[in-house]
Nanobody, 130 residues
Framework: QVKLAQSGGGSVQPGGSLKLSCDTSAYTRARYCMGWFRQSPGKEREGVARIDGDDITEYEDSVKGRFTISTDNAKKTLYLQMNNLKPEDSGNYYC???????????????????WGNGYWGQGGQVTVSS
C-alpha cells in the first residue's frame, strides 16, 4: 500500500498563513495528477486545489487568490501555500495523487471515482481561529 506522507498544518489566527507538504515519492505516477482536499465537521470532503503533469492548476472558488498549489522540480513533493486564512478554511486537509491525467479535476460527475482510485495522505488538521 502506497502511503503519501503529509506535514505542516496547525493553528493560526485569521489572516495568517500555513504551508502544507506532501511527499509523493513513494508513488512514481503521482506526477500526473495531485491535489489537496479538505473535510470539515458536518461537511462533505471538497477539492481545494489540484495540479497535473503539465503544471495546470485548478482552485476551488473560495480559495482563489489565497492558496497556491505547487510541486518541487522533481514533482515528488506537493505543496499548498495558504495565505489570508479564514475560519471557514479550517478542516482536515488531505493530499491525493492519481496516476492519470485524463479526468484530473476537482469536481464533476467522475471526480469522486477518479480521486478514489488514487493514493491519499494521512491528513493534517488546519485550524483558523482567533
Amino acid at each position: 500500500q502506497v502511503k503519501l506522507a503529509q506535514s505542516g498544518g496547525g493553528s493560526v489566527q485569521p489572516g495568517g498563513s500555513l504551508k502544507l507538504s506532501c511527499d509523493t515519492s513513494a508513488y512514481t505516477r503521482a506526477r500526473y495528477c495531485m491535489g489537496w482536499f479538505r473535510q470539515s465537521p458536518g461537511k462533505e470532503r471538497e477539492g481545494v486545489a489540484r495540479i497535473d503533469g503539465d503544471d495546470i492548476t485548478e482552485y476551488e472558488d473560495s480559495v482563489k487568490g489565497r492558496f497556491t498549489i505547487s510541486t518541487d522540480n522533481a514533482k515528488k513533493t506537493l505543496y499548498l501555500q495558504m495565505n489570508n486564512l479564514k475560519p471557514e478554511d479550517s478542516g482536515n486537509y488531505y493530499c491525493p495523487a492519481v496516476g492519470a491525467r485524463v479526468g484530473c479535476a476537482l469536481a464533476g460527475p467522475r471526480a469522486r471515482g477518479f480521486w478514489g482510485n488514487g493514493y491519499w495522505g494521512q491528513g493534517g488538521q488546519v485550524t483558523v481561529s482567533s
